[in-house]
């Protein structure tokens, strides 16, 4: 069932992350990639001039609003100079104070076709993906209206966070299409320059992606007051696109969070600069068309699955970070390189939920595999044994493979004289508390209890797991034995008239250790000449006497006490055998 769900839970968060790319409605990471993207190497041009209503010129006239002299006689020395356009970000959609003033600016207007002031567009906000419709346009006042070029001030700021992304660029109204006031400008700057105008690539919308070429402050910046006074360079306005509006916190409500500085807010007369940039530059970034997303999104995420099912969860994770630096790479190198935006904030989402969820589903796998391995090996192996096969720390292999061991062989000398004499519960209840003895001597080495053989015990060091100078840990198990049993014994003796003592036998060598025996019955044990071999030395050894073969006393010599006693033959050995008595043991190697 795991493993269809390792199949089924990816594909439906597949289908449920393309449904939610295709109708957009996590934009969040997308925004916050995009905003990365654009870390903009390029300069801010010469030919875009901003005319501040700055704090100087406040200063200098007075609180907002103005007299509309100010900003007409700006208006009228930026024309002078050269400007090719001017812009001003100001709706003057009723008559001032000062009949004068008003027909003053009307005079200007209908002096030049380089003019462009602002409108106002009323439009209800509408979730299908169309351009925007306006209910009501307002123009500048009706004598005005006539003689100048108007574009609509209005600005989207993105829903989810307020940030100026994009640019809103044309809207309906009635029959006709109106535009924005920076890209009634920049038609203006083409017009006069006989500058080819270059097509916008706008969004169902009618909106535009900012390219950004700078945050607050990048762009040229001129003081009103300045400029009304002839305290500025003539140059700086022959043939440049004039932007005038406010650039004060005093002047209402007009600067917004851009993807360049989300903390210093960027005035609006400057975002407006970027998006003439961007027109006067005819690079602009669009839109990957929406069949490439969902085809990128499918692509990286049916990658993903498949490696996911393959991998476990470390290389797994490995692979997640890569996928989804792949992911980015790609967003970047369309953006850099082909001006496409491309919407990868639900891959990288994807591919972390996905790897979440598969990472859930593994440990639910191996917990699952666990009870399974238990179940199944616990029929046969020790219970060692198979906590080491559920830790991963031994692979599970029918059949056997070669590998060096320590082998000890323990059994209780006089037991048979013991059993004749006294009960079988009374048997019983000795041999468990001699095989606890030897039990816990071995597991407290990292030993593993191979079998139990009536009165003896059969350990195995080394295997199934490895177990570093398992030669000590060996003989040490076995003093562990001899050192146990020595209170056990005088109680014995004096409650039964028995000596009861252990005979113990040591060697090491390579062994084939494994799963022996046939599909209904296994044993996990290990078989060859070195466990005979042990075996052999725990039937020579006498009672309380502990015998290490050569090849185990090498290994540990540094730490040991033997008595020499000489080469003995033993059954099936060609060849006779050194052993030694083992007489002590030290926690450090001996001095030299």
């Not at 059954?571 to 450090?588: M, P």
Request: hydrophobic share 45%; charged share 20%; net charge negative.
């Amino acid at each position: 069932m795991l493993k269809k769900l390792k199949i089924i839970i990816p594909a439906l968060l597949l289908i449920l992350f393309g449904l939610i790319r295709y109708f957009n409605t996590v934009p969040a990471l997308d925004n916050v990639i995009y905003d990365n993207l654009l870390l903009s190497g390029r300069e801010p041009s010469g030919r875009i001039v901003i005319i501040g209503m700055d704090e100087r010129s406040i200063n200098e006239i007075g609180q907002w609003p103005w007299p509309r002299l100010f900003v007409t006689d700006a208006a009228e020395k930026a024309l002078d100079m050269g400007a090719a356009a001017v812009g001003a970000l100001i709706l003057y959609d009723a008559y001032g104070m000062s009949e004068e003033n008003d027909l003053a600016l009307v005079a200007l207007a209908e002096n030049t076709d380089r003019l462009v002031l602002g409108g106002m567009a009323f439009y209800p906000k509408t979730s299908q993906q169309a351009m925007f419709e306006a209910e009501d346009y307002i123009l500048p006042f009706s004598e005005l209206a006539k003689v100048v070029d108007v574009g609509f001030l209005n600005i989207e700021q993105d829903e989810s966070d307020g940030v100026m992304r994009r640019a809103l660029t044309s809207i309906r109204y009635g029959d006709i299409t109106i535009h924005s006031l920076p890209y009634e400008v920049y038609k203006t700057y083409c017009r006069v320059t006989g500058t080819k105008e270059s097509a916008l690539p706008l969004d169902s919308y009618g909106q535009l992606p900012i390219d950004y070429v700078t945050g607050p402050g990048g762009f040229l910046k001129l003081s009103l007051w300045e400029v009304i006074n002839d305290l500025v360079d003539p140059a700086l306005f022959e043939g440049a696109i004039v932007l005038i509006g406010p650039y004060a916190q005093g002047i209402g409500t007009d600067d917004y969070p851009t993807p360049m500085n989300k903390s210093a807010k960027t005035y609006s007369v400057e975002i407006n600069a970027n998006i003439i940039q961007n027109m006067l530059e005819g690079n602009f970034k669009e839109d990957a068309p929406g069949w490439l997303d969902i085809a990128l999104f499918a692509a990286f995420g049916v990658i993903t699955v498949a490696v996911l099912n393959l991998l476990k969860s470390l290389w797994g994770a490995l692979a997640s970070v890569g996928i989804i630096v792949a992911q980015l790479a790609a967003a970047k190198i369309a953006f850099s390189r082909f001006d496409l935006i491309i919407k990868s904030g639900d891959g990288v989402i994807f591919v972390i939920v996905c790897f979440i969820a598969m990472f859930v589903l593994n440990i639910l796998a191996m917990q699952n595999e666990k009870q399974h391995i238990q179940s199944l090996f616990g029929r046969f192996v020790a219970p060692e044994v198979v906590n080491e096969i559920i830790s991963g720390n031994v692979e599970v292999q029918l059949g056997g493979t070669v590998k060096e061991i320590s082998v000890l062989f323990v059994d209780i000398r006089g037991f048979t004289a013991f059993s004749e004499a006294n009960s079988p519960e009374m048997v019983v209840a000795m041999v468990n508390r001699y095989l606890a003895l030897t039990s816990r001597s071995i597991q407290e080495n990292g030993g593993t209890i191979d079998k139990y053989i009536g009165d003896a015990t059969m350990a195995v060091f080394n295997a199934p797991n490895d177990l570093p100078n398992h030669p000590l840990c060996a003989v040490r198990a076995a003093w562990a034995m001899k050192v146990g049993a020595e209170p056990l014994r005088d109680e014995i003796i004096e409650t039964y008239g028995v000596d009861l003592q252990f005979g113990v036998g040591v060697n090491t060598g390579t062994a084939v250790v494994g799963n022996m025996g046939s599909d209904f019955r296994m044993e996990y044990t290990a078989i060859g000449d070195t466990v005979n071999t042990a075996a052999r030395l725990e039937a020579n050894a006498e009672k309380g006497r502990i015998i290490i073969s050569d090849a185990t006393y090498q290994k540990v010599k540094d730490y040991v006490e033997v008595t020499d006693l000489g080469v003995i033959n033993v059954k099936n050995k060609k060849t006779g055998i050194q052993i030694y008595s083992l007489e002590n043991v030290y926690d450090r190697p001996k001095s030299p």
